[in-house]
């Protein structure tokens, strides 16, 4: 039997926009507090803009890395990282 391509699940910029005020809104009422935002390219870069607004954090980065050829995933390749930081207490948005 011949294997299926992956389903993709799309949602509209309205539904995005109103998950990610969610998320900022229970991040908050957690009484979580972040330095900054890193956002990883092509998939976190728009919802890490509307966290840092949704919680008034101004420090925003990104992250380039690459996993998959095509539609396969393999090793993560890190192609940008974030300068002068280990990460702690930063929000990863992917």
Known sequence: M???APKEYCISWDELHRDT???????????RHFKGIAGIARGGLIPA??????????LIDSLCIASYDHQSQGQANI???MPDTDGEGW???D
């Open 2 to 4: 011949a294997q299926s």
């Open 21 to 31: 005020r969610e998320l900022a809104r229970r991040l908050l009422a957690e009484g």
């Open 49 to 58: 803009t509307i966290l840092g607004r949704e919680m008034n954090i101004r």
């Open 79 to 81: 192609l940008k990282g």
């Open 91 to 93: 929000l990863l948005v």
